[in-house]
């Protein structure tokens, strides 16, 4: 009979939200608070730390800040993305990780991996679409969130992690990547 692993699953969250206290970031931490034997979740190094995508820097070795996001995401057995909307799609600070992550395009560490997104805003104008395409473009397996879209006027900022309905769409996107419904590629 084979043993079970050891080793946790690592749900690797990234947050597009450059801001301290955006309801972004608080997203964040509620995912961070279900960090629980077994499942360990963590957030992503800081975003702000990476160049501008740009193809005359994809080398190797590539710039360091991107080499530890790749190192991140490979090591990671799920992605939690979290963005706020910005013009009706996400941030460019994610939409920057994203491209840098999206490479090498034959062995990018997005490639097959599971992931759902959240999106922040208090209109999505579709950024939650976005947000699935751009990640299905760089090959992840995407798994919708039951709650795509979290309005921050219905969240008490004050409140930070302990707001139901952060913590409660937080919840349902961690859960939707360990579902064993088939994810889309």
Same mark, same amino acid.
């Not at 460019?92 to 490639?111: E, F, G, I, Q, V």
């Not at 599971?114 to 922040?120: E, K, R, S, W, Y």
């Not at 992840?140 to 913590?167: E, F, H, S, W, Y």
């Not at 939707?176 to 590629?185: E, G, K, M, Q, R």
């Given at each position: 009979?084979?043993?079970?692993?050891?080793?946790?699953?690592?749900?690797?969250?990234?947050?597009?939200?450059?801001?301290?206290?955006?309801?972004?970031?608080?997203?964040?931490?509620?995912?961070?608070?279900?960090?629980?034997?077994?499942?360990?979740?963590?957030?992503?190094?800081?975003?702000?730390?990476?160049?501008?995508?740009?193809?005359?820097?994809?080398?190797?070795p590539a710039p360091p800040g991107?080499?530890?996001?790749?190192?991140?995401?490979?090591?990671?057995?799920?992605? !939690?993305?979290?963005?706020? @909307? %910005?013009?009706?799609?996400?941030?460019?600070? $994610? *939409?920057?990780?994203?491209?840098?992550?999206?490479?090498?395009?034959?062995?990018?560490?997005?490639?097959?991996?599971?992931?759902?997104?959240?999106?922040?805003?208090?209109?999505?104008?579709?950024?939650?679409?976005?947000?699935?395409?751009i990640l299905r473009a760089t090959?992840?397996?995407?798994?919708?969130?039951?709650?795509?879209? !979290?309005?921050?006027?219905? @969240? %008490?900022?004050?409140?930070?992690?302990?707001? $139901? *309905?952060?913590?409660?769409?937080?919840t349902q996107a961690l859960a939707?990547?360990?579902?064993?419904?088939?994810?889309?590629?």
């Open positions: 009979m084979p043993q079970p692993s050891t080793t946790p699953h690592r749900t690797l969250v990234l947050s597009g939200s450059l801001r301290a206290g955006a309801v972004t970031i608080q997203a964040a931490r509620a995912a961070l608070a279900q960090d629980r034997p077994g499942h360990e979740v963590v957030l992503a190094a800081a975003l702000d730390q990476l160049p501008l995508f740009n193809e005359d820097l994809d080398i190797e991107v080499a530890a996001l790749r190192a991140q995401v490979s090591s990671a057995g799920s992605l !939690l993305v979290l963005s706020p @909307v %910005n013009n009706a799609s996400i941030s460019a600070a $994610l *939409k920057n990780a994203l491209d840098w992550l999206s490479r090498p395009r034959d062995d990018s560490p997005l490639a097959g991996k599971p992931a759902t997104g959240l999106v922040i805003g208090y209109h999505s104008h579709g950024a939650e679409d976005h947000l699935e395409t090959g992840a397996r995407t798994t919708p969130a039951p709650t795509p879209v !979290l309005n921050p006027r219905a @969240v %008490n900022g004050d409140q930070g992690i302990q707001d $139901l *309905k952060i913590t409660t769409a937080v939707a990547l360990h579902d064993p419904a088939p994810a889309t590629a």
